[in-house]
């Protein structure tokens, strides 16, 4: 239920037009971005959303707020077309859907809290590269890293094929994040406006 509130369970699988790094580079860049997000301590934004899926004619665009707060605090907000809030503290997570909160139990799921650690990830982009859960491979776009991430746990992989996370070259800072569905639905999130704290 989660996951379809979210709407983060959502192109095809996307083509990579970056050139691949080497290993010695990879390990570099992964250092660099790691760096960054480690550094900040807020982030605010505005991002856009749009999911693709067979089901739907069209895909649906969705706008929202995003703060995060060093070292584990988030708030995911939807604000059109319609309102709804993921609010994580540590591990106390509160979903509030038309002003009712529900306080979500992330340690009794191992899927929600991969989810909300995902999500943390997408925020400050601080875990993304842990080789227990991904296998990780970096392009050099021009002006992004792409990291294109597929899962190794089976839990994960029963929920995405691929993610695929883009990284601001000027700023360490995620761009844009890519979502692919083991059902073939995609989400593609956008970042905008980004307020960073360091």
Known sequence: ?????????????????????AEAERLKVEAELTQAAASMQSLQCR???????????????????????????????????YAFALVVDGEHI??????KAEVIDGNSSRMVQGIVNIIMGSASGKNLFDA????VKLYDESDTWCAVMNPKRRDMKRMFSQLVFHFDKKTN???????????????VIRFEE?????
């Open 173 to 187: 800072g995620i761009s844009r994040v890519e979502f692919k569905e083991s059902a073939g639905d995609a989400t």
């Open 1 to 21: 239920m989660l996951l379809l509130a979210l709407g983060l369970l959502i192109p095809s699988v996307w083509a990579q037009n970056g050139t691949p790094l």
């Open 132 to 135: 227990s859960v991904f296998d």
């Open 94 to 99: 509160v979903r509030e859907v038309d002003g």
């Open 194 to 198: 980004m307020q960073v704290k360091n």
């Open 47 to 81: 991002f856009v959303q749009e999911k693709t899926s067979s089901m739907l004619a069209e895909p649906t665009v969705s706008e929202g707020l995003m703060q995060y707060t060093a070292p584990d605090k988030l708030r995911w907000e939807y604000t059109s077309p």
